[in-house]
């Protein structure tokens, strides 16, 4: 879901963070998101989420989406070279 012009996904864009409820869900969703092909996913990143003014449950510090995005590159090279 976009909530600003700029944020608008494209078309294979698979999966935005607020339509999961928590952080662990939302670290699933993203994985599965590119494990079906996903080209672009859009994340919530706080660097304190518990004093964020929106999305605090599910957002990432940016420790949790360096660690994230680690998982998710090899993930994504291997499923763009199956495609």
Known sequence: MATRPHQQPARSCG???RCCARFGTSRRACLAAVACGAD??????HSHPENALSD???ALTPRQFGALM???HPLHQFVSGLL
Do not use: H, N, P
Request: hydrophobic share 40%; proline share 0%.
């Open 56 to 58: 605090k449950d599910q």
């Open 40 to 45: 672009g996913l859009i994340v919530e990143v």
């Open 70 to 72: 680690k998982r998710l």
């Open 15 to 17: 999966i935005d963070s």
